[in-house]
Nanobody, 117 residues
Framework: QVQLVESGGGLVQPGGSLRLSCVASGSIYRIYDMDWGWYRQAPGKQCELVAG???????NYADFVKGRFTISRNHAKTTVSLQMNSLKPEDTADYYCTGRSVGVSYWGPGTQVTVSS
């Protein structure tokens, strides 16, 4: 099994930056081959993919964050980060780290991001 825990959320003013991190623990074999993703869910809205990074290192981004957010992973493949710049009020949401390995998906408990003046 794999456990994911996010950190780094908080309150930030429009135009500001935050860096979210997600640490994986558990089965090292599953973690090493994991495809990762960051999703978010705003109040009253559906959950949506923000960014992803495959086990091979390929990245993809939702159009609404391209040029502002960057997903990265540490060398050990145990931590994935989401650098969020130029934040907008519409980025306010609960952000969830996900991982998928050997056909099984894992989710973290989420971290709240609020963009407000």
């Amino acid at each position: 099994q794999v456990q994911l825990v996010e950190s780094g959320g908080g309150l930030v003013q429009p135009g500001g930056s935050l860096r979210l991190s997600c640490v994986a623990s558990g089965s090292i074999y599953r973690i090493y081959d994991m495809d990762w993703g960051w999703y978010r869910q705003a109040p009253g809205k559906q959950c949506e993919l923000v960014a992803g990074i495959t086990s091979g290192g390929s990245t993809n981004y939702a159009d609404f964050v391209k040029g502002r957010f960057t997903i990265s992973r540490n060398h050990a493949k145990t931590t994935v980060s989401l650098q969020m710049n130029s934040l907008k009020p519409e980025d306010t949401a609960d952000y969830y780290c996900t991982g998928r390995s050997v056909g099984v998906s894992y989710w973290g408990p989420g971290t709240q991001v609020t963009v407000s003046s």
